[in-house]
């Protein structure tokens, strides 16, 4: 059973909507194949603070899980220890706040050895803060030898210091992972490789998107949190050059704090990347609230959508519209400033994919130079170093029998590069030079 507890009082923080809200709550369900006999939205006039609902509600839940042979229920709100105790007695059920089911998700989803150490700190560190005093060996005490050992440490203190050990071994694992990840971007670095990492809503299709442009077979399925684990695939821009597509975890209203601090490792990809690409599901009904969602977990990771260049606003599933519905978002994306304009996708038939490619590969160029660089036909060391140092926008031979490139490389490479070719010069003096690339 999920219940939606709504505070009627209480101004709305939100922009969704209280039915998006349980269709929310539902799908987290769904995504860890719960079978879901009974949802509910619930409309309070206070919080109680020993069961969260009143007494009236819950006994009314009580007699529907007693009816439909209830083993769990859902709360979609933050519940304290105590509210948690409470309920599971009242109820006859076992209680799962809107934390602890994404925890659970998360912990099914964990595939490589950094998504389940992160999985289980957050897990730990929330599981910490649950500890009460709600059963009987909890209360027990565990004495020295004889009779001098004193009172000893309660249970409970015993379960908090393991905890709390396991935590402090995980944290130090989770060092090791940083700073390997570290290690990994600075070697991307020396390649280099541009990094273009997708960020959107759960179920907003970057799975799907990141299919498409990568041709890859990462699953991707309508399910909130399909995928967990953070991938790397290598795309190909329009002018050849490679890049590197990295998909991340999907972002949720109200993502447990323990989760953002667990997770931050692995979403510094997101922070060092040189293009970022906000995917959204523009058919969904709440897009915005959605949007607004994700545009303040970035904030709290450092990165400013309203101001940062690197992002790119994608919507996505555009293939889900009416064709009035599609023209009039196409004539608002297009109204924006060129900087700030969405690109219009379907990741599932592909419309839109040459044009958001072409948007990477500008945004990408910004901030860096291009530079024409000829070299004799048989120096294959030249041309494996000039790879190495940006993307090669074009190759062709000259009459000569020379090899002439078209280079583009950040603005701190270009002094190591007229060291080496004097002759170099930047691309575009003139219009031969235009026209051959």
């Not at 709305?12 to 879901?36: F, H, K, M, N, Y």
């Not at 399910?223 to 684990?229: G, R, S, V, Y």
């Not at 979403?267 to 293009?275: G, P, Q, R, S």
């Not at 040459?354 to 500008?362: D, N, V, W």
């Amino acid at each position: 059973m999920v219940i939606t507890p709504l505070l009627g009082r209480a101004p709305s923080t939100s922009a969704r909507t209280p039915e998006a809200r349980l269709e929310e709550a539902v799908g987290l369900a769904d995504a860890i194949e719960l079978d879901v006999v009974a949802s509910r939205l619930v409309t309070l006039s206070e919080i109680r603070p020993a069961t969260y609902l009143g007494k009236g509600k819950v006994a009314e839940f009580a007699d529907i899980a007693k009816a439909e042979g209830v083993e769990l229920v859902v709360m979609d709100t933050a519940l304290s220890p105590v509210q948690q105790r409470n309920l599971e007695k009242e109820l006859g059920a076992k209680v799962l706040d809107r934390t602890g089911l994404i925890l659970e998700i998360f912990g099914r989803r964990a595939r490589t050895k950094e998504g389940v150490l992160q999985v289980e700190h957050a897990h730990l560190t929330w599981q910490k803060s649950r500890l009460v005093r709600s059963w009987t060996h909890l209360e027990r005490q565990r004495g020295g030898f004889g009779f001098l050992g004193g009172p000893g440490e309660t249970q409970i203190e015993a379960d908090r210091r393991v905890i709390g050990e396991r935590i402090l071994k995980i944290e130090r694992e989770l060092e090791q992972v940083k700073r390997t990840r570290g290690l990994h971007r600075a070697g991307r670095k020396r390649v280099p490789y541009p990094v273009v990492a997708l960020v959107g809503y759960t179920n907003a299709g970057k799975s799907t998107l990141f299919n498409r442009l990568t041709r890859a077979d990462v699953t991707a399925a309508d399910m909130l949190f399909a995928t967990l684990d953070p991938t790397l695939r290598q795309i190909r821009l329009p002018h050849g050059a490679p890049a590197i597509l990295s998909d991340t975890v999907g972002f949720i209203s109200e993502l447990p704090t323990q989760l953002i601090a667990a997770f931050r490792a692995t979403l510094e990809e997101v922070l060092e990347a040189d293009v970022i690409l906000h995917v959204r599901d523009v058919s969904h009904d709440d897009t915005e609230a959605q949007g607004e969602d994700v545009v303040s977990v970035l904030k709290d990771l450092g990165v400013d959508p309203e101001t940062d260049p690197r992002l790119i606003e994608v919507w996505n599933k555009i293939d889900a519209l009416g064709e009035d519905a599609k023209a009039h978002l196409a004539a608002t994306a297009a109204r924006r400033e060129e900087l700030n304009r969405p690109a219009l996708v379907s990741a599932l038939t592909g419309e839109g994919e040459g044009a958001l490619l072409a948007a990477i590969e500008e945004r990408i160029s910004t901030g860096r130079e291009t530079y024409v660089v000829s070299v004799a036909a048989a120096d294959g060391a030249s041309e494996n170093w000039l790879r190495r140092q940006g993307d090669v926008m074009a190759r062709d031979v000259d009459e000569d029998g020379a090899v002439r490139f078209v280079l583009r490389l950040e603005a701190g490479r270009v002094e190591g590069l007229l060291r080496r070719f004097p002759a170099a010069a930047p691309y575009g003096e003139n219009a031969a030079e235009r026209r051959s690339a």
